[in-house]
């Protein structure tokens, strides 16, 4: 169980093993929030360990990771569920080539939150911890390790109470069981369930992995059952629908956020006995007393249960989020993890839902040992909730109804909406346009029935304009972005407003945007060396050299000088003992010199000395 502040599933899931090495990463949520997955890459190239507003305080800092680790991580969302930033970045454009919306082919909405990883050996017979089991060894080979996780959790960081569970495994020549097929078949249907074009290339990437982890074999938690753990997906064509637990068991506990009657009904199906159900309060209201009488013991998440004491506690949702059913039947119970709340919509395929079954030995009533129900409630869960009772649903203002109505009419035609993002321009100046030529009569009703804004994420919501006339705004080369952000309302009382925010196709987009944020990020010689100096280190020198306010501070002539003894040391020691860390430092000045502004950084002494140490790398190749 992953309590609010638990950064493990962000910080340490996609982090290789010793002797590894990240080659790709494919990530599936129905919600995103996008400061999230900037700071993803800085986790696998870093070992930073800060809280999120720390990961995010420096640009220069993500931007290199960016460069290093950014391409490995793809992500797949429902096309509605990329959140609109809290604070405008313009880094977030960086991320335009990894995230893609995708919608579910049963009409419904896209949940899975899976995280699938592949990682390669850095060299030959290295040793690497190749299960998640603490001590555990094995023999690097040239088969890659895989790494998957179904959690509950999307990629945020809001405060809920979630569950993930995460095994390591390597590619079998076959696999005769297939536990992992349903898993592999959700990877090989991603880039077709996508809303525009997946790169051939990295199409046939994702499908490699897919094969890869429908030959393996993952294994479950230490003290479990010797069973590979089971993977069940639910609303792809030909997925097994409506998805039901095992059915002989004798006690159930279900833990979902959002419940109904038809979902409630598919877990309990014939099970006899006890039946313990933990929800929202809401989400209990809504129910009969009939349904809940088919439950013998039901309760809600207790007050105390979050912490509310941050500062991020009154802007980020907090709460019940975790998705569990563990089946006790004869000695075993049957645990099943993953995004399926327990509703129609989600065991039933109209949703796209990816679940994890593992099995362990109950235990003994009033025993210490086993994984069943009861040893689960004593763990601490138990402590956590409140019986629950029923508080009468407050009558909701018609006019507030269809204000909702019209709001999420006005959502959905923007989602269905042929939108394209327009730049044209040189330079540094540049204008960004949205084209709305393509919409239908009936979205332009949709969305001419509430009020509407638009803006490019990567500026301020104070530059938002009306959708119609369509916007066109100057920006600086670095804003331009795919990311367009849209906010849905009505002057109702007590009617919320929607926002949103969607990757568009584009026309006219500059593809040196990532060279122009780097010299607006270095922007003189001084801070060239600093950040040189840092590079030859690795990411966390990086890191600290931000601490000490390297790319803050106007470090101007208190930078190091050309002629200090250790910059110029440094170089040729690293060319000498491992020429393979000048990568960084040598696509670094690459990228510089592709404009005026970027070449009036690098002092001409050091592009000397720095041809010098090329030319001598050069001769040693050949020799």
């Given at each position: 169980?992953?309590?609010?502040?638990?950064?493990?599933?962000?910080?340490?899931?996609?982090?290789?093993?010793?002797?590894?090495?990240?080659?790709?990463?494919?990530?599936?949520?129905?919600?995103?929030?996008?400061?999230?997955?900037?700071?993803?890459?800085?986790?696998?190239?870093?070992?930073?360990?800060?809280?999120?507003?720390?990961?995010?305080?420096?640009?220069?800092?993500?931007?290199?990771?960016?460069?290093?680790?950014?391409?490995?991580?793809?992500?797949?969302?429902?096309?509605?569920?990329?959140?609109?930033?809290?604070?405008?970045?313009?880094?977030?454009?960086?991320?335009?080539?990894?995230?893609?919306?995708?919608?579910?082919?049963?009409?419904?909405?896209?949940?899975?939150?899976?995280?699938?990883?592949?990682?390669?050996?850095?060299?030959?017979?290295?040793?690497?911890?190749?299960?998640?089991?603490?001590?555990?060894?094995?023999?690097?080979?040239?088969?890659?390790?895989?790494?998957?996780?179904?959690?509950?959790?999307?990629?945020?960081?809001?405060?809920?109470?979630?569950?993930?569970?995460?095994?390591?495994?390597?590619?079998?020549?076959?696999?005769?069981?297939?536990?992992?097929?349903?898993?592999?078949?959700?990877?090989?249907?991603?880039?077709?369930?996508?809303?525009?074009?997946?790169?051939?290339?990295?199409?046939?990437?994702?499908?490699?992995?897919?094969?890869?982890?429908?030959?393996?074999?993952?294994?479950?938690?230490?003290?479990?059952?010797?069973?590979?753990?089971?993977?069940?997906?639910?609303?792809?064509?030909?997925?097994?629908?409506?998805?039901?637990?095992?059915?002989?068991?004798?006690?159930?506990?279900?833990?979902?956020?959002?419940?109904?009657?038809?979902?409630?009904?598919?877990?309990?199906?014939?099970?006899?006995?006890?039946?313990?159900?933990?929800?929202?309060?809401?989400?209990?209201?809504?129910?009969?007393?009939?349904?809940?009488?088919?439950?013998?013991?039901?309760?809600t998440l207790s007050d105390l249960a979050v912490d509310e004491e941050t500062e991020d506690a009154a802007v980020r949702p907090a709460g019940l989020h975790a998705k569990?059913?563990?089946?006790?039947?004869?000695?075993?119970?049957?645990?099943?993890?993953?995004?399926?709340?327990?509703?129609?919509?989600?065991?039933?395929?109209?949703?796209?839902?990816?679940?994890?079954?593992?099995?362990?030995?109950?235990?003994?009533?009033?025993?210490?040992?086993?994984?069943?129900?009861?040893?689960?409630?004593?763990?601490?869960?138990?402590?956590?909730?409140?019986?629950?009772?029923?508080?009468?649903?407050?009558?909701?203002?018609?006019?507030?109804?269809?204000?909702?109505?019209?709001?999420?009419?006005?959502?959905?035609?923007?989602?269905?909406?042929?939108?394209?993002?327009?730049?044209?321009?040189?330079?540094?100046?540049?204008?960004?346009?949205?084209?709305?030529?393509?919409?239908?009569?009936?979205?332009?009703?949709?969305?001419?029935?509430?009020?509407?804004?638009?803006?490019?994420?990567?500026?301020?919501?104070?530059?938002?304009?009306?959708?119609?006339?369509?916007?066109?705004?100057?920006?600086?080369?670095?804003?331009?972005?795919?990311?367009?952000?849209?906010?849905?309302?009505?002057?109702?009382?007590?009617?919320?407003?929607?926002?949103?925010?969607?990757?568009?196709?584009?026309?006219?987009?500059?593809?040196?945007?990532?060279?122009?944020?780097?010299?607006?990020?270095?922007?003189?010689?001084?801070?060239?060396?600093?950040?040189?100096?840092?590079?030859?280190?690795?990411?966390?020198?990086?890191?600290?050299?931000?601490?000490?306010?390297?790319?803050?501070?106007?470090?101007?002539?208190?930078?190091?000088?050309?002629?200090?003894?250790?910059?110029?040391?440094?170089?040729?020691?690293?060319?000498?003992?491992?020429?393979?860390?000048?990568?960084?430092?040598?696509?670094?000045?690459?990228?510089?010199?592709?404009?005026?502004?970027?070449?009036?950084?690098?002092?001409?002494?050091?592009?000397?000395?720095?041809?010098?140490?090329?030319?001598?790398?050069?001769?040693?190749?050949?020799?």
């Open positions: 169980m992953l309590s609010p502040d638990s950064r493990t599933v962000a910080f340490d899931l996609l982090r290789p093993p010793s002797g590894y090495t990240l080659d790709l990463a494919v990530l599936t949520t129905y919600t995103l929030d996008l400061e999230a997955l900037l700071a993803l890459p800085l986790s696998v190239v870093s070992e930073a360990e800060g809280g999120l507003e720390e990961l995010l305080a420096d640009p220069l800092l993500l931007l290199e990771a960016l460069r290093r680790a950014g391409e490995r991580i793809q992500l797949f969302v429902d096309q509605s569920g990329i959140a609109v930033p809290r604070l405008p970045r313009e880094l977030y454009s960086m991320l335009e080539s990894s995230v893609h919306p995708v919608r579910a082919p049963g009409g419904g909405i896209f949940h899975p939150k899976v995280w699938v990883a592949r990682f390669t050996p850095t060299g030959p017979g290295i040793g690497v911890t190749a299960g998640r089991e603490e001590g555990r060894q094995d023999v690097a080979n040239d088969q890659p390790l895989l790494r998957v996780a179904v959690l509950t959790r999307n990629l945020t960081f809001d405060r809920s109470w979630d569950v993930a569970l995460a095994s390591d495994a390597r590619p079998e020549p076959e696999s005769p069981f297939g536990p992992s097929r349903s898993l592999a078949e959700l990877i090989h249907a991603l880039p077709d369930l996508a809303t525009t074009s997946v790169p051939p290339d990295l199409v046939a990437r994702v499908r490699t992995l897919a094969d890869q982890i429908g030959r393996a074999q993952f294994p479950p938690p230490p003290g479990f059952l010797r069973h590979p753990i089971k993977y069940h997906v639910v609303g792809l064509p030909g997925a097994r629908a409506p998805w039901r637990p095992i059915s002989d068991g004798r006690r159930t506990l279900a833990i979902a956020p959002f419940v109904n009657r038809t979902g409630l009904e598919a877990v309990r199906g014939p099970a006899w006995g006890e039946g313990l159900l933990v929800s929202l309060q809401n989400e209990l209201d809504k129910l009969s007393d009939d349904v809940l009488s088919a439950w013998s013991d039901v309760r569990l059913i563990a089946v006790e039947h004869g000695w075993d119970v049957t645990w099943y993890v993953g995004s399926a709340n327990l509703t129609a919509a989600a065991l039933h395929g109209r949703n796209v839902e990816a679940l994890a079954e593992i099995r362990a030995r109950k235990g003994r009533s009033r025993g210490k040992s086993g994984f069943g129900i009861d040893r689960f409630l004593e763990s601490g869960f138990d402590r956590l909730c409140t019986p629950y009772q029923r508080i009468a649903i407050p009558d909701v203002d018609e006019e507030v109804v269809e204000a909702r109505g019209r709001l999420n009419a006005a959502r959905d035609a923007l989602l269905e909406a042929d939108m394209t993002v327009v730049c044209y321009g040189s330079g540094e100046e540049w204008t960004w346009a949205l084209d709305c030529g393509g919409l239908d009569a009936e979205p332009l009703r949709a969305l001419a029935a509430v009020d509407v804004l638009a803006w490019p994420i990567s500026v301020s919501e104070d530059m938002a304009h009306p959708l119609h006339p369509p916007p066109a705004l100057t920006l600086p080369i670095q804003h331009l972005t795919r990311f367009v952000a849209f906010r849905l309302s009505v002057p109702i009382p007590g009617v919320d407003e929607v926002k949103l925010a969607l990757r568009l196709p584009a026309r006219g987009m500059p593809g040196d945007r990532m060279h122009h944020a780097l010299v607006g990020l270095i922007s003189d010689p001084g801070r060239f060396l600093r950040f040189l100096r840092a590079l030859l280190g690795d990411l966390d020198a990086v890191a600290g050299w931000m601490g000490a306010g390297g790319s803050r501070a106007n470090v101007g002539d208190q930078g190091p000088r050309l002629d200090s003894e250790t910059l110029l040391e440094d170089v040729v020691r690293t060319a000498s003992r491992a020429p393979e860390r000048l990568g960084p430092v040598r696509r670094l000045i690459a990228d510089l010199r592709k404009t005026e502004r970027g070449c009036a950084v690098i002092p001409d002494d050091f592009l000397r000395v720095w041809e010098a140490v090329e030319s001598a790398i050069r001769e040693r190749g050949r020799s």
